[in-house]
């Protein structure tokens, strides 16, 4: 049985880019009835020489786009403004997502053999596009994504698995 590119990827970034903009709607609950203040919550990291959580959701986002825009022969997007505020934060995902959801299966379907060469420690690293998404793109998303939410949930936010998975209300 083959599965395609496209819905290893896609539809996976798209899902759980909905469930990280859900997750932050609740920590931004959380910021307003626990008096924190949403620049603390922002920049709350689980160790000092870790990312902080704008950080790692703006890695989350690059994964995603970037295992798109490569295959698909894009360029990725330049997003616009910072990360300042859950606003900003909620913008950039929004972006992110309108994005994955522009390009059309069959711009990926089909290139799994096709190189990819990315600008990589100073220099380029070239995959296959297949390589590309499912040994390097999906979990450098997951790793982020996982640690934004384990920052959430260290932050104090009321967060379980169902959240993560995008299967909460």
């Not at 704008?54 to 894009?74: N, W």
């Not at 297949?130 to 932050?155: N, Q």
Request: charged content about 20%; proline content about 5%.
């Amino acid at each position: 049985m083959t599965v395609s590119l496209y819905r290893v990827s896609t539809p996976v970034f798209v899902r759980f880019l909905t469930s990280l903009s859900k997750i932050l709607t609740k920590a931004e609950a959380h910021c307003a009835a626990d008096g924190v203040a949403p620049e603390t919550m922002l920049s709350l990291r689980l160790y000092p020489n870790m990312y902080t959580l704008t950080q790692q959701v703006r890695e989350t986002l690059r994964y995603a786009t970037a295992a798109v825009a490569y295959v698909a022969g894009l360029d990725e997007p330049t997003p616009a403004g910072g990360m300042e505020s859950f606003a900003a934060v909620q913008a950039r995902i929004a972006e992110a997502i309108g994005f994955l959801r522009a390009v059309p299966a069959d711009r990926i379907d089909g290139l799994e053999n096709m190189p990819v060469t990315i600008p990589f420690d100073g220099g380029e690293r070239t995959f296959r596009a297949e390589d590309f998404v499912i040994d390097f793109c999906l979990p450098g998303f997951y790793f982020h994504l996982t640690t934004a939410y384990g920052i959430l949930r260290h932050g104090g936010v009321v967060i379980g698995k169902a959240d993560f998975r995008g299967e909460a209300g």
